[in-house]
Structure formats: C-alpha cells, structure tokens
C-alpha cells in the first residue's frame, strides 16, 4: 500500500521554520495527522506552527547527517512510524552564472539537493520497515524550466527532480510512493533577503547593469506573488490522503503556462531535427 491511511499518518517536515512548511505541518495538524515539523531552531518551529498535542518541532540542519539521523530516531521515538517525508527547506541564490561565486553554488546544492537527499537517507529505512510511506519534495517551477538569474537556484532543483524521477523506481517495490511538487511564485519568504534569498558575491563589470535591474525586480516581487502557500499545502495533504499519489503536481497557473509552453518548445525542437536524429543508428 503506498498511500497512508486518511486520518492518522506521521509528516515528517523540512523548513517549517518558516514560509510554506509553516503552512504545510498546519494543513497536516487540521487534517488530523501527527508533524514531526523541523528547522534549524525548534522553538522557533513551534512557535511558528503553533503548539499543538500532535506536534513534535525538532531541530534539524538538513545538511548535517548527525542531526537527520537525530531527527528521525526523535520522530519514531515519538510517533513510532513515519508515513510522510516533505522534503521542503530550500533557499535561493540567485544570480548570473558568472557572478555566483563557486562556493555560493556549491552551499545552494548542498542546501536545496544534497540536503534532501541526507533526510531522505535517514527515514527511508523507517518506511522500508513499515512497507509503506510517501516521499514529497518541493521543488520549484525553475526545476522544469530554466530561468534567468536562476542559474544556481534552477541547478540544484533540475536535480531533485532527477532524482526523484528515478527514486520512484527504487521505492516502489516497498510500497513507498513518490510526489516532486513544482510551484510557480507563491506568497512565502523565498525572496527575503538575507534568509532565503542570497544575492551574488563577485562584480563582472559586463553584468553589472543587468544585475542591478534583475536584483530590483526580484525586490519587487517579493509579498506580491500570486499563489497562496496555505491552498499549496491544503492541496498536498489532499493528494497525500488520496487513493494515490502523482508523480507531479505542478502547482499553479504560472507554473502550469510555463510547463505547457516549454513542452511545445521540447515538440518543436524534436520534429525540427528529426530526420537527422533518427539518421544516427548503425547502419548493419
């Protein structure tokens, strides 16, 4: 059975600290499930979510994989199973290419891919004993189509989804299902500076104007994107509890224009070379 029962299940939380993991451990409390909710600082995780009996807050730095292994021998010693993983904390560096310094890149796929791959590592044994579980990571519009001034951000989330397409293969013979979430621009704090949002270190005079413009936009943006992070979360715990997860979810309008036009795009560009890609195999 790879899908949790409706009522009841164990969520497993990354970033609830803030932003939509806030809203994603409260959708799953009023739904009835138990939350495991996790940041680097636990108090502000429950004050953030708000007490509650079936709210366990637990420290957790997604980069660490002492404290995932903690975390995760915390929630079972709680709860005694983990049904649901959101793998949701993330930040953003953004940036041209050549102005992101390489230990900015290397610290966004630390955070935003190996950090959910080490959580991931540390609960799957938990649901491979039960036979059961679901496995969700947020990953992001730019993880299915690249964007400007997101060359490290878009990295790291083509990745996850990467690896997510080939994890659901591994899994499934375990009765663990998987779900990539890819969100368009939603309401949360992924464009607060200094938290979630790092701007690039190194100055090349040929970007500079660009920067400056592309930086001020992104300002701009922030607190008016059009998506609201608590119907996000309210729609994955309905997918969760539902007969059976997807794949994907690509989760708003904006999003979904983006998909669809890149996937007329990807047409496009297949029929324009497709006598000369299938020229290709051996002749005998």
Same mark, same amino acid.
């Given at each position: /059975?790879? #899908? ?5 299940? *164990?969520?497993?939380? #990354? ?8 809203? &994603? ?19 502000? *995780? ?6 509650? $009996? +079936? ?7 997604? =980069? ?7 975390? #995760?021998?915390?929630? *079972? ?11 949701? @904390? ?7 290419? %050549?102005? &992101? ?7 966004? /796929? %630390? ?6 791959? =080490?959580?991931?590592? @540390? *609960?799957?044994?938990? /649901? ?7 496995? &969700? #990571? ?9 964007? $400007? ?11 996850? %989804? ?12 375990y009765g663990i299902a998987t779900m990539a979430v890819e969100p368009g621009f939603f309401r949360t ?8 949002? &790092?701007?690039? %270190? ?8 660009? =920067? ?15 998506? +609201? ?38 047409r496009d560009q297949v029929d324009a070379q497709r006598e000369l890609s299938a020229s290709l195999a051996?002749?005998?």
């Open positions: /059975m790879t #899908t949790p029962e409706s009522t009841g299940s *164990v969520w497993f939380v #990354t970033g609830a600290g803030r932003g939509l993991g806030v809203d &994603i451990a409260r959708a799953a409390l009023a739904a009835g499930h138990r939350v495991v909710a996790t940041g680097r600082d636990a108090r502000r *995780v429950e004050s953030a979510v708000g007490a509650h $009996e +079936d709210l366990l807050a637990v420290a957790l730095d997604v =980069t660490s994989v002492e404290a995932a292994a903690a975390a #995760t021998r915390a929630a *079972v010693d709680r709860f005694g199973r983990i049904d649901v993983l959101v793998n949701n @904390a993330g930040n953003f560096y953004a940036g041209y290419f %050549e102005t &992101i310094s390489d230990a900015q890149f290397r610290a966004q /796929m %630390e955070t935003n891919f190996f950090g959910p791959l =080490t959580v991931t590592r @540390a *609960v799957l044994p938990v /649901m491979r004993g039960q036979r059961s579980g679901q496995v &969700i #990571t947020v990953t992001s519009a730019a993880g299915l189509v690249g964007q $400007e001034f997101c060359a490290a951000y878009a990295s790291s989330k083509f990745a996850l %989804e990467g690896w997510m397409e080939s994890l659901r293969y591994d899994l499934a013979p704090e992924l464009l607060v500076e200094g938290s979630s949002t &790092i701007w690039p %270190e190194l100055d090349v005079a040929d970007y500079a104007e660009r =920067t400056a413009q592309t930086v001020e936009a992104w300002r701009g943006m922030n607190g008016r994107q059009g998506g +609201d992070p608590a119907k996000l979360a309210a729609a994955l715990v309905a997918l969760s509890d539902g007969p059976g997860l997807p794949l994907r979810f690509v989760a708003g309008e904006d999003v979904m224009a983006g998909v669809e036009a890149n996937l007329a795009t990807l051996h002749d005998a």
